[in-house]
């Protein structure tokens, strides 16, 4: 924790908000920059285990506000941009955008303490239904059975592009028994290598080196995109 954060956490307005938060009691507070609002907003939230929805004025100020709120609450592994897409139903869509924006949804689906900041446009546009979100998600586990052509269909539906080699999101490529993918759940992109239908190993790696440093136990495979069209 930030120190600043761990000093407004002993601050009779901290006390008083945590209070209203705890109690379910509708709070308004007026007044103060962005910034501060991040360092009242980390005192408030550091060791919430509820989904939190954040709303800041506009895309503009969305990334400074999450890289200050990461800063100050010390946990970016809580946090997700859900930032508005300028071109939601059309072909020409931002990667980069609709990675963050699968990411918020999936934290929100998975995560206890998941904190999503966003902007009032970005929440008013469509997202994955939930129920087309679970179909189009799958988990994928050291050990267990599943045939590679499965894998391929699945990230074809999901809207993954298949390529010789992986270096973006939102591509696969397959060599034999392995199957590479850069899934908006990670960093990294994916390493699955398979022994017939079995699941050998499951390995993030580097784009440029090939080379993977940790071997997981098991990985998820999100949509790559917002809106799936499925048979």
Avoid at 85 to 103: K, V
Avoid at 171 to 195: K, N, Y
Wanted: aromatic share 8%.
């Amino acid at each position: 924790m930030h120190g600043l954060t761990h000093w407004l956490c002993k601050t009779n307005l901290i006390y008083r908000l945590r209070r209203s938060l705890n109690g379910r009691v509708k709070t308004q507070v007026q007044g103060g920059f962005l910034s501060s609002w991040a360092a009242i907003l980390a005192a408030l939230l550091y060791d919430r285990q509820y989904p939190t929805l954040i709303l800041v004025p506009s895309a503009e100020r969305l990334p400074n506000f999450v890289a200050d709120l990461e800063t100050l609450l010390g946990q970016s592994d809580r946090i997700y941009a859900f930032p508005p897409h300028p071109a939601l139903l059309s072909g020409d869509t931002d990667i980069a955008i609709a990675r963050d924006r699968i990411a918020a949804v999936d934290a929100l689906h998975r995560r206890r303490n998941a904190i999503v900041v966003a902007t009032p446009s970005a929440i008013c546009q469509p997202t994955v239904p939930i129920s087309v979100y679970e179909q189009s998600t799958l988990t994928v586990k050291v050990g267990a059975t599943v045939e590679r052509d499965e894998l391929v269909d699945h990230l074809v539906a999901g809207g993954y592009e298949r390529v010789p080699q992986v270096e973006a999101p939102a591509q696969f490529s397959v060599r034999g028994d392995i199957v590479d993918f850069f899934s908006p759940a990670h960093d990294l992109p994916i390493r699955i290598e398979l022994f017939g239908d079995e699941v050998e190993s499951i390995r993030p790696f580097d784009i440029e080196t090939q080379r993977s440093t940790e071997q997981w136990r098991e990985c998820v495979i999100l949509p790559a995109r917002e809106f799936i069209v499925r048979d």
